[in-house]
Each structure stands twice: as C-alpha cells, then as structure tokens.
C-alpha cells in the first residue's frame, strides 16, 4: 500500500529539488496574496480572536504541508504582513507589542534541515517545524489563528484499501466506477479527519486559508493534470515493464495516493462537517508567469514525485523511470498545456465557528 | 572564528552518532529524573501559573540544545509525567482537558530530520522542532512554561575575540591570565543573552531547570573534563602537525567555545540578571551506571566534538584525527576516571519573577 507519507517533495540541493523547481508554485504564491490579503483584512477578525483588549498578543500561523522553501516563506511574509495591516487599522493596538509564530508542517520525511537552514535570516517571526500528517492532530487545541495550505488538499492519507486490492496500477484513470467510488470515498474520510482536527486546532474565529486545484464538474477524471501524469506515468511504467526494465506486478501495485475532488463535492464536505462557515470558495485565475516548457513540466512533475517513485520501485530504477518519462512528455504536451489552461483553481477561506 | 553552531551533536545513523553514543548522557538522564518530579511537585506553582481557573489547559515545555534522540524524549516524558501528578494533586483539575505542546530547540545544524522521525509514536505530546541559538530568542513572549536544558550552559556563542587574536591552540589551558578572563567575560555575556531571552520567553512563575557540569572552588581549568579534552585533544593536533598531516597555522586557529564556569561565577550571573528567583542550586551525585572506558570516552569525545573538527579541519583529516585521539586516552586514562569523579554537577531551577 503506497501511504501519501511518501508523497513529500524533494528536499535536499539536487537538481530536481522542490527548491529549485517550485517557480509553477511560487506562480500560485503570487496569485494568491492579494486573495490572502482581502481574506485577512476583511475577516481576520481581531475582537473575536481575543486581540483587542491585550497589551501584547502572538499571533499563530500554520503553513500545512510546507515543503521545503522558499515558497512557504514567501506565503509566511505575505499572511504576516497582511495581519499588520489589519492591526495597524485597528489603531487601538499597540504594534511593537505584537509577535508571531511560524509553524511549518509536512510530513516526517519532509527535508526540515534544509528548511530550517534556509529559513529567513531577518525573518520577524519564531520558526517552528511540526512534523506529521495533517489529516491528525499537530498543534494542542484552540492554539492556531491563521491556517494555510497550498496545493496539498487532494493528498489522501493512502491508496484505498479497495484499489490496493484489485492490483491494477493507474486504476483511477480507468472508467471503473468501484474504484473512482473507493477514492472518493477516501478523499472524504481524509477530509473529515482534517477538518476535525483544524476544528479542535483553530480558535473560535480562526481562519483557514486554501488554494487547491478543483475539477469542474461535468469533467472526467482523466481530463485533469492528475489524469494526465497517471496517463503519461502508466505509458511510461508500461513501457519499461515491456523494455524488461520493471516487474509487471511492481507497476501494477503502484498507485497514487491523490484524489481530484470536484468544486461541489469539497463544498458537501465542508458543509457535512458543520465546525467551519465557509466564508468564500471562488474560483481564481492562475497567471502562468513563467510559461510551462516540456523540460519544465518533467522537472516540476520529479520534484513532485521523486520521492513516491523512489520508495515505490526503488533508487536504482528512479533515474531510468524519469528519463524515459520526459521522452513520453513531448508528445502528449499539447494535452497537457489544454489541461494546464482549463485547470481550476479555488481559493476557499472557512472560519471556525 | 569557531562559533559554537558547529558544536551540535553527531545526527544520523553513523557509529558515533549522538543517538548510539549517549549512554553516558542516559545516567544523565535517570539521575535528573527525581530532581526533575521534586522541583515540579514542590515549585510548578498552577495558580500563578494561570491554570486553576481554565477548563482546559495546554502546558508549553521546551528542552534547549536537545541534539537528537532519545534522551530529549525521555527528558519530555519525565517532566510530563511529574507535571500530570502535580495536576493530579490538585484536584479540581480536568486531567482528560490537559494537553502538552513539546518545543525541542538546538541549533540550525542539529539533525532534525533525525529528531522527528525517531519521535516516540505513542507520545503524549505534540512535538515542535525549533532551530537556533539558545543565547537569543526562540519563542514568542510569556509562552513557555517549564525549560530544560541538560549539560549545555557549557557552551559560549563563539570563541572570544581575543582568544582569536592570539592565535594559539587550546589556550584556555594555560595559566595565560588574558585568555582566561576573555573566556569568562564572553560566557558572561553570553549567559546574559541567554537569562534575558528566557525572561521574555517564560510565563511570570514558569520554571528553568538545568542540569549543568561546574568547576568548584580552587580547582584549575586544566583539572576539569573540559581540560583533559584540551589537553589530549591539543597534544593529539600537535602530534599530526609533526607528521606532517595538519598546518600548524590550522591547528594554532582550532579553539573550543566552551567554557567550564564555577559555582560562584554561576549564581553571581543569576543574581546580576535579576529576573529569576533561584529556587535550588545544589550538587548531585551522578551515579555512572555505565562504567567509563577508554573506547566510551572515545566515541563519546567523537560523539559530541565530531562537527567541530570536521567544520575547522575538513571532511578529510577527521577519521585520521580521532583514530590518533584514540591512541592518546590510554596513557591519559587514570587521569580522566580521576577528573570523572571530582567532576561536579549541579542542579538549578530559576524561577521567573
């Protein structure tokens, strides 16, 4: 059973490191900080957080599922900044008494040296690592003020059982409806998990931030970017299972732990669990500064899913694999580049009642 | 300059990694165990610590130059262990509500990858990892309530300036009264930093309790353990300058920032601070369950200075230097066991005014 704990980017100094390939994802941090700011400024409510009557307040962020820098630095400046701003308005706070504190979450296998090591020298914040997964419980109760998770929502905590036993690798893209009905299922589970622990995390009136891909609905599953690497990835796998290179078994046992939720599932789920209002869910357009090239999609899809790979098939094979699927790369391009552009991108901000 | 930030210990799987070559910090441990429930039960004070009105509450304990595991985490439990009792005693407590936010601080260079994938998986706690210098702040202010810190004090922010300047190896060894008393003044400075910072970090009524080596009254430098690692270490870096093997500009630069304070120096600092009442500064005995020998000795030297020389000397030279500071403890021996048992330690607990 492939758990979603592998599924960490690449930390380290290598050439396909997250630290290096993130520009697609600095792109969305761009993108979303003035939706960051506007969230803050008009629903970062300061009263009800406790803030107006102390002569000196912290203020606490989480950055869920992190990575390694610099993007979740650049995402910690902007929610601090914004939070200023907000106080700064408030006129009856006193600014100089006011203190943050960062925490940095991923799972156990995330690179913390390096993101400890590269963290901001004058950073005005105080830095903390907290290991683990986010679908459990990582901070003590009503101890986080501001929530943020970028891109990380459709991680499940594992492959489903259901699909880990039927042993055909790639199944989600299939039209099999057990198997869609089995992730789905997951997906939904996962976020329970997730919400009741951020419910018991949050404080009343803490705010949670999230930019995640959705799936228009009316589109299938294999018509999204998630489709489209299980498409490219299982002709690759298939390929080298024919070249001899890898076992059948071994790429038929291999899945990926993600779930593209629809717009009006993810609503149904928030809505189910009952702690959080949801205060906006809006779909948001994502300017591609940096125009995706094929080499720059098969960078971006490694530091991705390096790690998955490796722990998967193994170190030895993880370069063969790799290269052989930036050749499959350039034919399927212009279906990746239409996917690219029909991509839809949510930035939805519940607060905890 | 040689800044303490390369004095972490020895992270990963290596033979003489800090987490296999610990047994002697282990004794450390269980010997602090009941020094540890008694300053809990008798001054963790829950009313003015702010406990006894709330329904729920979350208790905040840092342990400060924690290296890796597993002593930290045997530290955290004892300390919760004896905090849960002191709420047990209370009576009109609501244990089922009391939760524990567990902050393990040590350098950026620490092994903290190592430190969160080694974490008990049944803990009771909710672990944070938090990179930086001791002698600056770390946590925002008011928020913790118990520190610890074990066998650290020791350890200056960097060599002083002087020592630099005059360019000789080990020469906190000599009876060079100028070299001493820049030693001295820098630990002075660097304890004010540190006594500062954990004012501001500590809640009014919150507890430091600290476990540390001291030098007792009319005993020269060269007489402690702090000494004896000069002196053969020195003696073992001018012998690899005869052979050839080192410069003797490399080896003259190589200065430990570690500096072996007295009891009087010690509770002169905490007087001048101010912000803390010292609520006990006894001596223990530690018993050594483990009986030292000379390949213990060894691998702990290695254990704890390994990043040192490595980060002064280059990956290159380490191995050949430790085997010949092996050579070396032998004839050195009786004096080190004799070291060993004058060796004094001491027990504080500083309460925040």
Same mark, same amino acid.
């Given at each position: ?8 980017? +690449? ?9 290096? &390939? ?7 941090? #761009? ?8 969230? /803050? ?11 107006? +009557? ?20 650049? *995402?910690?400046?902007?929610?601090? !900044? ?30 913390? &040296? /390096? ?43 594992? *492959? ?7 042993? %055909? ?6 039209? #099999? ?73 071994? *790429? &038929? ?26 205060? %906006? ?19 971006? *899809? ?27 790369? !350039?034919?399927?391009?212009?279906? /990746? ?15 905890? /009642?």
């Amino acid at each position: 059973m492939v758990s979603s704990k592998a599924f960490t980017m +690449t930390g380290g100094d290598v050439a396909y490191s997250y630290t290096k &390939n993130s520009t697609i994802q600095r792109d969305v941090v #761009d993108a979303g900080k003035e939706l960051l700011k506007e969230a /803050i400024l008009k629903k970062f409510d300061l009263e009800s957080l406790g803030f107006d +009557t102390q002569s000196s307040v912290v203020v606490k962020i989480a950055d869920l599922g992190c990575s390694v820098g610099p993007n979740t630095f650049f *995402v910690m400046e902007n929610i601090i !900044e914004a939070v200023e701003l907000k106080f700064l308005q408030a006129k009856n706070q006193n600014l100089s008494a006011l203190e943050f504190q960062a925490f940095f979450n991923d799972h156990y296998e995330n690179d913390f &040296n /390096i993101l400890f090591k590269t963290l901001p020298p004058s950073r005005n914040y105080f830095a903390a690592g907290v290991p683990g997964s986010f679908h459990g419980r990582l901070f003590p109760k009503s101890s986080i003020h501001f929530a943020h998770m970028s891109y990380a929502l459709h991680f499940l905590s594992k *492959v489903p059982k259901e699909v880990v036993d039927i042993n %055909k690798s790639n199944v989600l893209n299939s039209s #099999d409806k057990e198997v869609v009905e089995a992730y789905s299922t997951q997906f939904k589970n996962d976020m329970e998990c997730f919400l009741n622990a951020r419910a018991e995390e949050l404080v009343p009136g803490g705010l949670m931030f999230i930019l995640a891909g959705a799936v228009p609905d009316g589109i299938s599953v294999s018509d999204t970017m998630s489709g489209v690497y299980n498409d490219v990835m299982g002709s690759c796998l298939k390929d080298l299972v024919k070249m001899g290179v890898l076992g059948e078994e071994k *790429v &038929n046992s291999f899945n990926v732990p993600i779930y593209p939720a629809t717009v009006t599932e993810l609503e149904a789920i928030f809505r189910t669990n009952g702690n959080f209002s949801i205060e %906006k869910m809006e779909k948001f357009a994502q300017p591609m500064k940096t125009p995706l090239t094929p080499e720059g999609y098969a960078l971006a *899809v490694r530091a991705g899913s390096d790690g998955l790979i490796r722990n998967h098939f193994g170190d030895e094979f993880v370069e063969q694999i790799f290269n052989h699927f930036t050749t499959k790369i !350039e034919p399927n391009f212009s279906k /990746i580049l239409e996917i690219t552009r029909n991509n839809l991108n949510l930035c939805i901000l519940l607060k905890r /009642i």
